[in-house]
């Protein structure tokens, strides 16, 4: 069983970057598909970015495409969010999840058995 932490959030002004990182433990994370996903205060859970086991293959939120960039260094056990151009609405706290390389990559967080714990992500105007 994997298990996945969190790093890289924080406190931001609008325009600016921000990278989180989650790495994963206890398994390699080659074998998962991996995602982010957001909640802002009082709002639900959202998919933000997914990417496939080789790294060829991402998916975005219409409301992150062209600011965030998903990669991931398998040798280095880790998935990266680099998020750039920033704004206050992305303020959330931000979660990797992950599920079998063999499976879809959904939007659905439902859809994915492992997650990390979130990280804060604060963007000021």
């Known amino acids: 069983q994997v298990q996945l932490v969190v790093s890289g959030g924080g406190w931001v002004q609008a325009g600016g970057s921000l990278r989180l990182s989650c790495t994963a433990s206890g398994r390699t994370i080659s074998d998962y598909i991996v995602t982010w996903f957001r909640q802002a205060p009082e709002k639900e859970q959202k998919f933000v970015a997914g990417?496939?086991?080789?790294?060829?293959?991402?998916h975005y939120a219409d409301s992150v495409k062209g600011r965030f960039t998903i990669s991931r260094d398998n040798a280095k056990n880790t998935v990266y969010l680099q998020m750039d151009s920033l704004k206050p609405e992305d303020t959330a706290v931000y979660y990797c999840?992950?599920?079998?390389?063999?499976?879809?990559?959904?939007?659905?967080?439902?859809?994915?058995?492992?997650w990390g714990q979130g990280t804060q992500v604060t963007v000021s105007s």
């Open positions: 999840a992950a599920r079998a390389s063999y499976e879809p990559l959904t939007t659905d967080a439902a859809s994915y058995a492992y």
């Open positions: 990417v496939r086991r080789s790294g060829s293959v991402t």
